[in-house]
């Protein structure tokens, strides 16, 4: 079991287009299992590898409660194929811009296509908390954070915020 230290915003290591693998093969099970450690060792219920330095297409989720049987998702390449007409608006947060939340509309459904830890091809309907997460995972393959889908007011009031105490934590 590996923790890695999850990067925070605002870092140009964010912004990169991660790219897809060509199959998961041993090294990339073994990514996958560390990416569960890390989420899981933070309170997230997902995580992307960009977030931990890896430029890969590679994403983690877990939505499960605390009280719940844990229902760990590992997926490679993932791609959302289908999206449904409804939108939901939910209060989105993420591992790299820690104690920051904003709420976020997206579609309230999608079909995803990814890769497993065996190196099948699946696909999965995910609906509600489920579908924003994946959603939001992707996006982090593409440099995409939470705070993109938001007004840019908010946007650059929450990453001041978060720069302010980086600086503060670098010189204490
Ligand atoms: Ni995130």
Same mark, same amino acid.
């Given at each position: 079991?590996?923790?890695?230290?999850?990067?925070?915003?605002?870092?140009?290591?964010?912004?990169?287009?991660?790219?897809?693998?060509?199959?998961?093969?041993?090294?990339?099970?073994?990514?996958?299992?560390?990416?569960?450690?890390?989420?899981?060792?933070?309170?997230?219920?997902? %995580?992307?590898?960009?977030?931990?330095?890896?430029?890969?297409?590679?994403?983690?989720?877990?939505?499960?409660?605390?009280?719940?049987?844990?229902?760990? %998702?590992?997926?490679?390449?993932?791609?959302?194929?289908?999206?449904?007409?409804?939108?939901?608006?939910?209060?989105?947060?993420?591992?790299?811009?820690?104690?920051?939340?904003?709420?976020?509309?997206?579609?309230?459904?999608?079909?995803?296509?990814?890769?497993?830890?065996?190196?099948?091809?699946?696909? %999965?309907?995910?609906?509600?908390?489920?579908?924003?997460?994946?959603?939001?995972?992707?996006?982090?393959?593409?440099?995409?954070?939470?705070?993109?889908?938001?007004?840019?007011?908010?946007?650059?009031?929450?990453?001041?915020? %978060?720069?302010?105490?980086?600086?503060?934590?670098?010189?204490?």
């Amino acid at each position: 079991m590996t923790v890695h230290s999850i990067i925070v915003a605002p870092d140009p290591r964010l912004k990169v287009k991660s790219k897809s693998i060509e199959r998961v093969d041993d090294d990339v099970r073994t990514l996958m299992d560390d990416m569960l450690d890390t989420m899981h060792s933070a309170k997230g219920i997902g %995580l992307a590898a960009p977030q931990i330095g890896i430029h890969k297409r590679i994403i983690v989720v877990d939505t499960s409660r605390e009280d719940e049987k844990p229902t760990p %998702l590992r997926m490679a390449n993932p791609e959302i194929i289908e999206v449904s007409d409804d939108d939901i608006s939910h209060d989105e947060g993420c591992l790299s811009l820690p104690e920051q939340y904003s709420e976020v509309t997206r579609p309230t459904s999608v079909r995803v296509r990814y890769l497993d830890h065996e190196n099948e091809i699946r696909e %999965l309907d995910a609906h509600g908390i489920l579908a924003v997460c994946i959603q939001h995972e992707i996006d982090h393959l593409d440099g995409i954070l939470f705070v993109d889908h938001i007004s840019a007011l908010k946007r650059n009031m929450i990453l001041r915020k %978060l720069a302010k105490i980086k600086k503060q934590e670098a010189t204490a």
